[in-house]
């Protein structure tokens, strides 16, 4: 199996290849390294090959790596996975930043869990029915409620579009999602996985979430 740095470095130049197309920057545009599923030591090459942002779906799963994750100084946890409301204190005192802020109610309660954490609103853009994702039509109401809460730092705006072999599909989701963070004055747009981040990078993306294109295939989750 290829080594997590090399993939990485193919993962960089394909970043840079779609930046220089779009006419930006690569120093806007941030990797997240998605290591759901794979284990601590998994998290821990990709910290060696030089990744500092990773991202985790379920708070269970990363509360038993993170036991073995304490001595990585300036790594910094994203959950990108769907956030019950009963695990937000956990999930405060794990993360660093939440992507998956989709109700006011999910951001009262972590805001009430006391630490500082970095906000992304997660908005659907496919009328699949996902289990996560807010209604554009709340978005007014969340984006009020992250704003009034002195723990949350509002950075933007989160999307998984329905997916496609066919990255082009992506493409309109992604548009949206940036004309949609303008709208609230929002800087910040994560968007973007193996398979379409270049897609992402052209339309604005300044977070991708890569897990399969540099840890490899994911086992299925048990
Ligand atoms: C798993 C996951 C990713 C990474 O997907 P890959 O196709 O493996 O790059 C990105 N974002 C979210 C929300 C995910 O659940």
């Known amino acids: 199996m290829e080594s997590v740095g090399s993939a990485l470095e193919r993962v960089r130049e394909r970043m840079a290849k779609a930046a220089a197309r779009s006419g930006r920057s690569l120093d806007e545009i941030t990797l997240l390294g998605v290591t759901k599923i794979f284990p601590a030591a ?7 090959a030089g990744l500092r942002e990773f991202g985790e ?41 939440i992507q998956s802020v989709d109700s006011a109610k999910l951001a009262r309660r972590l805001n009430e869990a ?14 699949e029915t ?10 007014p ?12 730092s509002l950075l933007g705006l ?14 309109p989701a992604f548009a949206h999602l940036r004309e949609l963070a303008g709208r609230y004055g929002l800087s910040k747009l994560s968007m973007g996985m193996s398979n379409d981040f270049e897609v ?23």
């Open 42 to 48: 998994v998290v821990r090459a990709g910290y060696e």
């Open 200 to 222: 992402a990078i052209e339309e604005g993306a300044t977070l991708i979430r890569v897990g399969t294109a540099i840890f490899g295939r994911r086992a299925k989750p048990a």
């Open 141 to 152: 109401a969340i984006v009020d409620a992250v704003r009034a809460s002195s723990n949350l």
């Open 114 to 127: 006391g630490s500082k954490l970095d906000i992304y609103i997660e908005v659907k853009t496919s009328d």
């Open 57 to 97: 779906n379920y708070v269970q799963e990363f509360e038993s790596k993170s036991a073995e994750l304490g001595d990585l100084p300036g790594a910094r946890f994203h959950l990108i996975g769907h956030l019950q409301s009963n695990k937000t204190r956990k999930a405060a005192e794990l993360f660093q930043v």
């Open 158 to 171: 989160m999307t998984v579009p329905q997916w496609s072999e066919d990255a082009e599909q992506s493409r």
């Open 130 to 139: 996902s289990k996560s994702g807010a209604d554009e039509t709340d978005l």
